[in-house]
């Protein structure tokens, strides 16, 4: 059985929901031994455990130049003290470009099921991936359970839909048949979709993974070979799932340099030689708006940002304000503020928030 026969009813899923805007999440968002297994908590733990201080030989790349590593954990407050391969940024686009011509030609069909069997794969490493976010953000268990893991996935899950249904939207061939009274005209069409070249997700260092894997999966789904540039300080969540895809690319004869994972150092980044380079047609960026601003305007790029977030409420009335103060206040501190979701800024009317009880006042609000 091919890998898209055994995962093509989840994408057919995803595809549906697509369509259909309905709840769908093919990854449980629990930490439950039911779903997991018993010792999956326990096992992906001592799996970060045991990473700690030594290199990370899981890639499939290689003729690196170094190690390097400086994660820090907020927790212990001490380096993880796991390197990573680093390459020239011309050893990371040459590889790239050779790639490319072979992962353009990949049908649709096998390039979905490649990707499909790794997210598989990474399912059976959430727990490990959930530690190491832990341990490079600074995020909670359950939230850096739910976000790196299966939120994450299931956002890999609808970029891999979303583009699998757009090159499946048309047929690769036709025939052209008009009649023209004694004769007709016949042609025989075949329509090939281009994908536009290498590319680069540059990841951030507060949601590592639920961040980068949308683009990163979207480029690899339409035919695009991927340089991953992890932050430094959060290098780990990512480096798994570049690893479990390496492996399946690997496993199916196709060149590891189709996904890469380009490391660099907060001493020496890499991030502004990889985006200049003339061969990389597109970029992914979560993180500041002064460096977002700066990648969208490159020239001859396809450039897709997500910069900082600014989130308003305009309390114009309600039925119960203590509970709209209460809800709000929640909303402020949940995730430790850490979540660009978080509320910032409140707008109250000038002669206050209608209420069941009457005007509320801007100073009544407030206190």
């Known amino acids: 059985m091919s890998l898209f026969e055994k995962h093509k009813d989840l994408l057919n899923k995803a595809v549906n929901a697509l369509h259909e805007r309905t709840f769908f999440a093919a990854y449980p968002e629990h930490p439950s031994p ?140 036709a025939r052209w048949d008009k009649p023209m009274g004694k004769y007709n005209i016949v042609l025989d069409k075949e329509r090939r979709a281009v994908p536009k070249g290498p590319a680069v997700v540059i990841g951030c260092s507060t949601f590592p993974t639920w961040n980068s894997v949308p683009g990163l999966y979207a480029n690899l789904i339409t035919g695009n070979p991927v340089i991953v540039k992890p932050h430094p300080g959060a290098i780990l969540p990512m480096a798994i799932f570049v690893a479990e895809i390496q492996k399946v690319l690997a496993e199916k004869g196709y060149s590891p340099n189709i996904c890469q994972l380009g490391v660099d150092t907060h001493d020496s980044p890499i991030t502004k030689e990889l985006v ?66 978080a509320p910032q800024n409140f707008y109250i009317p000038e002669d206050g928030i209608d209420t069941a009880e009457g005007k509320v006042s801007f100073e009544a609000f407030a206190e």
């Open 34 to 173: 039911k779903v997991y297994g018993e010792t999956a908590d326990a096992d992906g733990r001592n799996e970060f455990q045991n990473s700690l201080g030594k290199k990370f030989e899981e890639l499939q790349q290689d003729t690196e130049n170094s190690w390097v590593g400086s994660e820090e954990s907020p927790y212990t407050q001490e380096q993880l003290g796991i390197t990573y391969p680093a390459y020239e940024v011309s050893t990371l686009v040459t590889n790239s470009i050779d790639s490319f011509h072979e992962w353009r030609k990949v049908s649709i069909t096998d390039r979905a099921g490649i990707l499909l069997e790794s997210l598989d794969r990474i399912k059976s490493r959430f727990f490990e991936v959930a530690y190491a976010t832990m341990h490079t953000t600074g995020q909670g268990y359950m939230m850096a359970f739910q976000a790196s893991g299966p939120h994450a996935a299931d956002r890999a899950l609808e970029a891999i839909a979303a583009g699998y249904e757009e090159l499946t939207k048309f047929p690769e061939s």
């Open 276 to 341: 200049e380079h003339e061969e990389v047609k597109i970029i992914d960026f979560t993180g500041n708006s002064t460096f977002g601003s700066y990648l969208e305007n490159l020239d001859g790029k396809c450039v897709f940002t997500e910069k900082t977030g600014v989130n308003s409420a305009i309390l114009d009335s309600a039925e119960n304000i203590d509970k709209v103060a209460a809800n709000l206040a929640f909303s402020l501190s949940l995730y430790s503020g850490q979540m660009c979701t």
